[in-house]
């Protein structure tokens, strides 16, 4: 069974810091995507940032380059989002995705910014 399990969102103060986890489980997680998105109260859905199998590149969005790094830990199956510079308009519900015949969905962790 394919599980995607977000979590470390949390309050924070404008300027600081947050690493995100997206804990895996039921695929081989060096042969699919996986895919953060965020999706704040009256707004669509947004990609935020995606690792790209085999080569493992990653891309971001233009909203958190330059501010969010993702990185993937095989040994964990888990990939991170460490966000950095948070500002207001990233608060949010996260989710990790990855597309293994479906789209599967991680339970979002929430992110709260406050300015």
């Known amino acids: 069974e394919v599980q995607l399990q977000a979590s470390g969102g949390g309050l924070v103060q404008a300027g600081g810091s947050l690493r995100l986890s997206c804990a895996t489980s039921?695929?081989?997680?060096?042969?699919?995507?996986i895919d953060w998105f965020r999706q704040a109260p009256g707004k669509e859905r947004e990609g935020v940032s995606c690792?790209?199998?085999?080569?493992?590149?990653?891309y971001y969005s233009d909203s958190v380059k330059g501010r969010f790094a993702m990185s993937s830990d095989a040994a964990k199956n888990t990939v991170y989002l460490q966000m950095n510079s948070l500002k207001p308009e990233d608060t949010a519900v996260y989710y990790c995705n990855t597309l293994y015949g479906m789209d599967y969905w991680g339970k979002g962790t929430q992110v709260t910014v406050s300015s």
């Open positions: 039921g695929f081989n997680f060096d042969d699919y995507n």
């Open positions: 690792i790209r199998r085999p080569a493992g590149n990653i």
